[in-house]
């Protein structure tokens, strides 16, 4: 590869905010010089790689910088930002959601190599599944990951009861993608995705949601966009096309309850619980439920002085849970 060619490959990856080919590049480099006998200069670079690896510096995505602050002005009513530590790994998933997910952080980290072959990204997914599943963790799990704001649209401040007003304000949100890289969730999607005829103010929900169809096809920004909805049997048909993916949430099985159940409880002795007969009560319960238990039945322990969990102390909690959501 000649120089010119590195400082291209280096241009793009800076771009694309790829920091592993990014340094790959830069030690290309400076084998080069050293080849062509520039010794001090090769190791000059290596140095400064070496600094680079050994520093939290990130190259900045898309060119420019992430913002520390919440949006301003008239995207302040419209975005709500914060800057998740989560994983994916913090994150008990079935193994064929995992891998899916999997999927689209790798294609966000390659995707300079990927449009280079005219090919883009996945990073526009709806996420489908009832409350509690992982849907809104999920989102922070990626940004996480991404090393991305999550900036959260605020439904009570693009909705409005004024004609025109709802399709000017996603304008402001889909023209802040373009301006500063981040993962963008739209909670509770309905709201807005809901199908077409619907409604009694149907002329405002059609203008919305053409509007919104609009914006996500012509848009070609860096961010991760995702939406979220507890019933996508109300969402309009010509929705799903528009996605790159739409990624499907169900309640966890027994493998996946104790899995859940057993990590939530890792920090606790919990030799002698009786794992399957808390399992058994924990059926039909989210995910977020069944973590509110565990930490439910951890919290009596505690406060009662104890370092083991209980069998009684976790189905207790798992009883009162499955009552206050699961009404016979």
């Known amino acids: ?12 990856s800076h771009i694309a905010g790829d ?4 340094l790959a590049t830069a030690m ?9 006998g520039h010794g001090k200069l090769a190791q000059e670079l290596k140095d400064l790689i ?29 975005l709500h930002a914060r800057y998740p530590d989560l994983r994916l790994t913090d994150m008990i998933l079935p193994d064929s959601l995992h891998a899916r997910l999997q999927r689209v952080l790798g294609e966000q980290r390659q995707q300079a190599s990927l449009r ?19 849907k809104t963790m999920t989102a922070s799990a990626l940004a996480g990951e991404l090393h991305l704001p999550l900036f959260t649209i605020v439904l009570d401040g693009l909705i409005t009861k004024f004609m025109g007003e709802t399709a000017g304000k996603l304008r402001l949100v889909f023209d802040a993608m373009q301006a500063t890289r981040g993962v963008y969730f739209f909670d509770e999607f309905d709201a807005i995705g809901a199908r077409r005829g619907e409604r009694h103010d149907v002329g405002e929900i059609r203008r919305v949601l053409n509007s919104f169809l609009q914006f996500l096809e012509q848009d070609d920004s860096q961010s991760l966009i995702i939406a979220a909805t507890n019933y996508p049997e109300l969402l309009d ?9 739409v990624i499907e949430y169900t309640p966890p ?17 919990t030799r002698g619980l009786a794992w399957n007969e808390a399992v058994s009560k924990a059926e039909r319960l989210s995910q977020a439920e069944i973590t509110r238990a565990a930490d439910d039945a951890a919290k009596t322990i505690i406060l009662r002085g104890g370092k083991r969990i209980s069998s009684e102390a976790l189905i207790e909690a798992l009883t009162e849970r499955r009552q206050a959501s699961l009404p016979e």
């Open 116 to 134: 280079e072959h005219g090919l883009t990204p996945r990073r526009k997914l709806l996420l489908v599944g009832p409350p509690g599943s992982g």
């Open 237 to 245: 048909k010509a929705l799903f096309r528009r996605f790159d993916d």
């Open 1 to 12: 590869m000649t120089t010119a060619r590195h400082i291209m490959t280096l241009l793009k």
């Open 19 to 22: 920091e592993d080919r990014f």
């Open 28 to 36: 290309q480099l400076a084998a080069h010089e050293a080849r062509q």
């Open 50 to 78: 070496d600094t680079a690896k050994s520093s939290d510096t990130k190259i900045a995505k898309n060119g420019r910088p992430v913002p520390l602050v919440q949006p301003k002005g008239e995207l302040a009513g419209l």
């Open 253 to 269: 099985d027994r493998s996946l309850i104790e899995a859940l159940l057993r990590a939530r409880l890792d920090r606790f002795d």
